[in-house]
């Protein structure tokens, strides 16, 4: 199982950016794909997650109403629109599978981790 992440970057505060995610050797009949970001801090923070086959999506308090997932079935890819961008949003940003349903439940154990993206928001 392959996760595979591109389109961090530099953006200034308030900017938009898209993440993609593509995964080889699973499906979404198998498996819900989601992102995590890691910041200055221990922990990953799970951000958000969809189910393929429904596209039913999950998203974090924190991100709620400025990010949007997607999903692409006939690639199985995720993509992580972005808006409204701020400096707290600095981070390692990295896809993860799991066994669905996607919800608050879903960030509590991963399967599958991409290497991760940087996301580097400028004041």
């Known amino acids: 199982v392959k996760l595979v992440e591109s389109g961090g970057g530099l953006v200034q505060a308030g900017g938009s950016l898209t993440l993609s995610c593509v995964a080889s050797?699973?499906?979404?009949?198998?498996?819900?794909l989601g992102w995590y970001r890691q910041g200055p801090g221990p922990e990953r923070e799970g951000l958000t997650c969809?189910?393929?086959?429904?596209?039913?999506?999950y998203y974090a308090d924190s991100v709620k109403g400025r990010f949007t997932i997607s999903s692409d079935n006939a690639k199985t890819a995720v993509y992580l629109q972005m808006n409204n961008l701020k400096p707290e949003d600095t981070a390692v940003y990295y896809c993860?599978?799991?066994?669905?349903?996607?919800?608050?439940?879903?960030?509590?154990?991963?399967?599958?981790w991409g290497h991760g993206t940087q996301v580097n928001v400028s004041s």
């Open positions: 993860a599978a799991e066994i669905p349903p996607c919800g608050p439940g879903w960030f509590q154990i991963t399967d599958y």
């Open positions: 050797g699973i499906t979404f009949d198998e498996y819900s």
């Open positions: 969809i189910d393929g086959t429904s596209e039913s999506a």
